[in-house]
């Protein structure tokens, strides 16, 4: 079985047609390695539908807790994505991250967690060229959030889908501890990670999360003055990279910001829409409410930017459903894909198997791929609309969500029975 081969130490690994046989003793989470060895990797991410070949880099503006960490989702200049598989992005992003992970997923058994997840990761790809040139065009851009756990790299299925259709996507990594991990820099260049922090025996659930929303949404204005700054030729990139940040000079457009999240992304999204209003269209996935609950009732009517409220059938609770409606009736629309779990609007199905799958919560009635594929066209479909003459190019999807229609609720909808924060003995989100 699975641990068998780990500890045999030879495994099968696949990448569309290609096949190598590695030892154990080849696998590194070197990114320099990794990103000179096509063969690394075993499976990846779904392919950008969009006319543009994505490029990513990561860009660190500020060494300390209070800088930015991103990862830049673009249109390159490339025009083979599979012809140039030696250049896509690593998935994986360090055991560090593994480890705070294991916090939140497994607790009782976080170091098996870990050694599984190693195992299973190292060999994932995002299908984006790493540090390769941006397209020579101006580009609309977009901020996105990521959930409870999460980090800049998992929500790549959503954002390289977004950066194929020509924008620029800068999926922010928080410094708050709800994620998995992130780092700093010390005076001596070297990484200090943070890791997630678990809600302390001494301390209410909402009282750290609305701690920490407040940073989120701090940290997500940050990252759209990061993006005016990156457009000024302003930025000096603290990360060693191959990548010129003068390209983004005069490429970014930043008339229409967006800005969008998931879970407790979702509700930074929304958060910081109200707080910034730069940001002039939004969307959020599967928003949990919970952390801005004694505020809803200000915070929300307040937000007057069209809003697209996307949500999975098997997450959203009435107490969340009845935080949601206190959005402004005449901006937001509610739409929830039937079939679907949380984690359909996340890398996580795409990560691992039947089995895996089921283990993370990630198992949903509706395939996979058709899940991520609706939520993405009800994206940019959504976006498309609003941004009026520039977006006409992207409004492309209106027949394959006509086609697609029975598997969509217009409306408040959902059929979760609890959720964290909402409810006593609930874990998850």
């Not at 990548?243 to 457009?253: E, H, P, V």
């Not at 894909?337 to 996340?346: A, E, L, S």
Request: proline share 4%; charged share 20%; net charge neutral.
């Amino acid at each position: 079985g699975l641990i068998q081969q780990v500890l045999t130490g030879r495994i099968r690994w696949t990448l569309l047609s290609s096949t190598t046989t590695l030892t154990s003793a080849t696998l590194t989470t070197s990114a320099a390695t990794l990103t000179s060895m096509a063969s690394k990797f075993s499976t990846h991410t779904p392919i950008p539908q969009g006319p543009h070949v994505v490029g990513c880099t990561d860009i660190m503006v500020g060494r300390n807790r209070e800088g930015t960490l991103m990862r830049l989702y673009y249109p390159s200049k490339f025009k083979e994505l599979t012809k140039n598989q030696n250049k896509w992005t690593p998935w994986f992003l360090g055991d560090e991250y593994t480890r705070g992970l294991a916090t939140f997923i497994a607790p009782s058994i976080p170091s098996l967690f870990a050694m599984l997840f190693n195992w299973q990761m190292r060999g994932v790809a995002i299908p984006a060229l790493w540090d390769c040139g941006m397209a020579d065009k101006k580009f609309p851009v977009v901020v996105f959030s990521h959930g409870l756990s999460a980090n800049r790299s998992i929500y790549s299925s959503v954002c390289c889908e977004m950066a194929s259709h020509g924008f620029v996507v800068a999926a922010i990594e928080h410094r708050d501890l709800s994620g998995c991990a992130s780092f700093t820099i010390n005076d001596d260049g070297e990484k200090e990670f943070l890791l997630f922090k678990a809600v302390p025996p001494d301390m209410k659930e909402y009282d750290l999360r609305n701690q920490q929303i407040k940073i989120r949404v701090a940290e997500s204005i940050r990252a759209l003055d990061v993006l005016h700054k990156l457009n000024e030729g302003q930025v000096k990139n603290e990360l060693v990279t191959n990548f010129d940040l003068k390209q983004l000079c005069n490429r970014l457009d930043l008339t229409d910001p967006i800005m969008t999240g998931h879970s407790f992304g979702g509700v930074t999204a929304i958060s910081t829409l109200a707080k910034d209003k730069r940001f002039k269209i939004g969307v959020a996935l599967d928003p949990w409410m919970f952390p801005i609950k004694d505020d809803v009732d200000t915070l929300c009517p307040s937000i007057k930017q069209p809003l697209l409220c996307i949500s999975t059938e098997a997450f959203q609770s009435d107490s969340n459903l009845q935080a949601m409606s206190k959005l402004n009736a005449d901006t937001t629309t509610f739409v929830t894909i039937k079939g679907t779990v949380h984690q359909n609007q996340c890398d996580t199905p795409f990560l691992v198997g039947h089995i895996g799958r089921v283990f993370a919560g990630a198992s949903s009635p509706l395939d996979p791929h058709t899940a991520m594929n609706i939520n993405n066209r009800l994206m940019l479909n959504f976006i498309a609309k609003h941004l009026g003459e520039k977006g006409s190019s992207l409004n492309t999807h209106v027949t394959y969500l006509e086609e697609q229609k029975d598997k969509m609720v217009y409306g408040l909808y959902g059929k979760g029975k609890t959720m964290l924060g909402w409810d006593a003995g609930a874990h998850g989100v």
